[in-house]
């Protein structure tokens, strides 16, 4: 399967610590994106981050990719109670696919 | 803010039905896209479609269902004879250019199906 698979699946932290996901594929990849779904909303795209590049910051967020290790991983900093949520790795190879993400619970 | 928007937001019907779930992708996008979540599991792609046709589908989406572009603005899937599996969360999903971009999702429709 050509889709990202997140780990842990399951994350439980206080507000104000760091939470860590990590993704990892099995296939080439053009880039690697994150998505963020609230309980029953849709997926929200978080940040992009391609083949040639090995890190990228967006406000609070932090991504990182080892296309050797065919890695990524998703740093939340100084994380917030409105950061709970699941959180899905997505590549792209003929079409779209997403892992099964990360459930994240920040407790206030 | 150009959004995409689904309709059913929730629908609920009985086995061997079929049903139509809507969705009218933002304006300018070119591709669009059919993903289905099963409470709490993963986000399943189903199918893609550029240009009027299908570019892409998964194993998921055999000949009970069909998609379709009718107006050049609505993008529609179609279940056909429903099953008590198919209930779940269906998500339209549109992207400007490219294949490679940011996804922009609906808020989905759930099917409920007894």
């Known amino acids: 399967s050509q889709q990202g698979e997140e780990d842990p699946q399951a994350l439980s932290i206080q507000e104000g610590e760091n939470a860590t996901m990590n993704c990892s594929y099995k296939?080439?990849?053009?880039?690697l994106q994150w998505y963020r779904q609230n309980s029953g909303r849709g997926l929200v795209h978080l940040i992009l981050i391609r083949s040639n590049e090995r890190e990228k910051h967006s406000g609070r967020l932090r991504v990182t990719l080892d296309t050797s290790k065919k890695s990524s991983s998703l740093l939340i900093t100084a994380s917030r109670a409105a950061d709970t949520a699941s959180y899905f790795c997505a590549t792209f190879v003929n079409d779209m696919r997403f892992g099964a993400g990360t459930r994240l619970t920040v407790k206030p | 803010e150009p959004e995409v928007t689904q309709t059913p937001s929730h629908q609920v019907t009985q086995m061997g039905q079929e049903v139509i779930l809507r969705c009218v992708p933002i304006s300018n996008h070119l591709y669009f896209y059919w993903y289905r979540q099963i409470l709490g599991q993963k986000v399943e792609f189903l199918v893609s479609?550029?240009?009027?046709?299908?570019?892409?589908k998964s194993e998921i989406f055999d000949d009970q269902f069909s998609v379709e572009r009718p107006d050049g603005s609505n993008f529609t899937l179609k279940i056909r004879s429903t099953k008590l599996e198919d209930s779940a969360m269906y998500f339209c999903a549109s992207m400007p250019t490219g294949r490679t971009g940011e996804l922009f999702f609906g808020e989905g429709s759930r099917l409920t199906v007894l």
């Open positions: 479609f550029y240009n009027n046709e299908i570019s892409e």
């Open positions: 296939t080439s990849i053009n880039n």
